[in-house]
């Protein structure tokens, strides 16, 4: 794959962006790839600051074999919107979070993938009518992710 990319839907939403790996931690995205297509209930971090949070993702068919101490970091504060980070990942399941504006939490975590520029915007606005209607009208939404076709 000359540009590897996967997708994040949104069925609930009817809308989708892609995502693209970042200039380190390469075998976790090679990873998070080889286990698509995948999928979860979204939900948002309520104390961390506005980010999408996908939680207990199943990897089913490659087992996670890295630490997460042991993987090049970023601190969530710093980072920038649209960046992907795994947080307390292990054997088959996967948990991670997307930033969508503001964070407090100084702490560091592997990142490893990009929200594309081209969809930043897009990103945004889904993450924030889903932080709304999460927190207010309670509604269940679900993200599905799948690899980008060449």
Known sequence: MSNPA??????ELNTQVRCVPIHHNRELFDWFMENLPTK???TVTVCAGL?????NI??????CNWIQENQPQELMSEYPVGRCMFFMTAGHVANF??????????????TWADVAAEDLETFVNVANE??????????????EFFAAED
């Open 130 to 143: 889903i932080w709304e209607s999460i927190l207010q009208d309670k509604k269940t939404f679900h993200v």
């Open 6 to 11: 996967f997708y994040m839907r949104w069925p």
């Open 51 to 55: 980010q999408l949070y996908m939680q």
């Open 58 to 63: 199943k990897m089913e068919k490659v087992e």
């Open 40 to 42: 979860c209930v979204q």
């Open 97 to 110: 979070t997307i930033k969508a504006g503001y964070a407090t939490e100084p702490m560091p975590y592997p």
